[in-house]
T-cell receptor, first 114, second 112 residues
Framework: KAGVTQTPRYLIKTRGQQVTLSCSPISGHRSVSWYQQTPGQGLQFLFEYFSETQRNKGNFPGRFSGRQFSNSRSEMNVSTLELGDSALYLC?????????????FGQGTRLTVV | DQQVKQNSPSLSVQEGRISILNCDYTNSMFDYFLWYKKYPAEGPTFLISISSIKDKNEDGRFTVFLNKSAKHLSLHIVPSQPGDSAVYFCAAIYNQGGKLIFGQGTELSVKP
């Protein structure tokens, strides 16, 4: 079974630009969550999508948005990039059909804003 | 407000000995806990989890202990191997939510 796939793996953008990151979950998983990892703040939750609907949202500005498609693939968009947005962005998928299920992470997209 | 805390940024252990990684939490609503292992520039890998209705869960060399009254959990790795060297994160969930709240991580170094 293929794992969680994130593309691209690395990205360099300029301040003020926007960026779109992509995540393909494990087959059969309907929940996709996004996390930001920085040295200072650790791993922080951005949002969760389930069946194309946003279920949870973390404390990030509106410049961070996401969506999920009918095949459960998800995209995350960051507009008007700032230097502080440089981070490893991680996507996680899980079954979430009832009860607790573990989240499985992709390898991440390393975003550098210059 | 750091709801999940890993107070030891690093831990060094000799190969073959026990590694004990600790995690404290403040939110009594948390009812499911997980441990992840992470190498640099990679995503976290799920290791083991425990529900708040249990006090111990074991999987091979990994055992997680939960002390609800102390709001404390620990991960024991026995015996430790050099390949276990990585950053370990504990995480918590409440109300069957999809939001994982992570600690800051503990970097484990297992020396041959």
């Amino acid at each position: 079974k293929a794992g969680v796939t994130q593309t691209p793996r690395y990205l360099i953008k300029t301040r003020g630009q926007q960026v779109t990151l992509s995540c393909s979950p494990i087959s059969g998983h309907r929940s996709v969550s996004w996390y930001q990892q920085t040295p200072g703040q650790g791993l922080q939750f951005l949002f969760e999508y389930f069946s194309e609907t946003q279920r949870n949202k973390g404390n990030f500005p509106g410049r961070f948005s996401g969506r999920q498609f009918s095949n459960s693939r998800s995209e995350m968009n960051v507009s008007t990039l700032e230097l502080g947005d440089s981070a490893l962005y991680l996507c996680a998928s899980s079954l979430r059909t009832g009860g607790y299920t573990e989240a499985f992470f992709g390898q991440g997209t390393r975003l550098t804003v210059v | 407000d750091q709801q999940v805390k890993q107070n030891s940024p690093s831990l060094s252990v000799q190969e073959g000995r026990i590694s004990i990684l600790n995690c404290d939490y403040t939110n009594s609503m948390f009812d499911y806990f997980l441990w992840y292992k992470k190498y640099p520039a990679e995503g976290p890998t799920f290791l083991i989890s425990i529900s708040s209705i249990k006090d111990k869960n074991e999987d091979g060399r990994f055992t997680v202990f939960l002390n609800k009254s102390a709001k404390h959990l620990s991960l024991h790795i026995v015996p430790s191997q050099p390949g276990d060297s990585a950053v370990y994160f504990c995480a918590a969930i409440y109300n069957q939510g999809g939001k994982l709240i992570f600690g800051q991580g503990t970097e484990l170094s297992v020396k041959p």
